[in-house]
């Protein structure tokens, strides 16, 4: 049997004497995509930090294709195919939209190393990186820097960038926020494209990309899972409805 992509047992984080999450189990299968959705400090920015292994649980197991990674340090999670987006988009400023997905493109799981010269392999490397940007509609900002670009640029450049490094098990931390209402439909139709055999774990504010999007949906409340399943389910969740869906706390639905 396949392991699943992301396994959470018992995952629990206090800091400072408050529980900010409480025993949370999690598993998503290879290729699914999940939406982690809840209230304003429900605790999915901790929970997708846990995961990523910026933040050490103090109880429980994170596992991640089969391989216990708790301990591991978040850059040696990269190495199993995890990474994650962050809130605000992590992108070198300075450097070109270009140079950012070459960077990328270097530090993923590519294969310019067999290559026989330096030459070829900074060749293939920029093809490859011209390709990534085509995929984005980035070509017209490749060498632009990439200050000079616009939040919604900045965004999918950060995730052109992520998407070159060919993660197993991507993160996305509110992808959508800051984007224009315009800006979505488009966004959530390059989400939609990302490959099957990427699994993908969203947190987002915005029901319009989570139920178009999600296969599956958890619902944090306090710190534990309120309530799982099909968007349908979850739609129809009277718990759900009550501690999220419908309630007076910050939704955006643009
Ligand atoms: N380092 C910390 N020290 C103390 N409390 C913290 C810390 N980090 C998070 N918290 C608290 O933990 C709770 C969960 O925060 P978290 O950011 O994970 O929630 P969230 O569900 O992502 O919220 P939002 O939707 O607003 O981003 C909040 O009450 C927050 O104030």
Do not use: C
């Amino acid at each position: 049997m396949t392991a699943p992509a992301l396994q959470l047992e018992d995952v629990t984080k206090t800091i400072g004497g408050l529980t900010i999450l409480d025993g949370v189990p999690l598993t998503v299968q290879p290729g699914e995509r999940r939406a982690i959705i809840g209230p304003n400090g429900a605790g999915k920015t901790t929970l997708l930090n846990v995961i990523a292994g910026f933040l050490p649980p103090t109880r429980g197991r994170v596992l991640v294709f089969g391989r216990d990674v708790t301990r591991l340090p978040a850059h040696r999670r990269v190495d199993v195919g995890l990474l994650k987006t962050n809130q605000q988009p992590a992108v070198l400023r300075e450097l070109t939209a270009l140079e950012n997905v070459l960077l990328a493109l270097l530090r993923g799981r590519h294969r310019f190393f067999g290559l026989a010269g330096s030459v070829d392999r900074d060749r293939e490397a920029r093809r490859q990186a011209m390709a990534v940007l085509e995929e984005w509609d980035l070509l017209d900002v490749a060498n632009e820097r990439v200050q000079h670009l616009s939040h919604g640029y900045q965004r999918r450049l950060e995730l052109a960038a992520r998407f070159a490094m060919r993660p197993r098990l991507l993160l996305l931390d509110e992808p959508a926020a800051g984007l224009a209402a315009d800006e979505i439909p488009a966004f959530l139709e390059r989400l939609q494209r990302l490959p099957r055999d990427m699994t993908v774990v969203l947190v987002e504010h915005s029901m319009r990309v989570v139920f178009a999007f999600a296969d599956r949906i958890t619902v944090l409340h306090h710190g534990a899972v309120l309530t799982e399943g099909t968007p349908d389910e979850v739609r129809q969740d009277r718990y759900a409805q009550e501690a999220y869906l419908s309630g007076g706390t910050r939704r955006n639905d643009a």
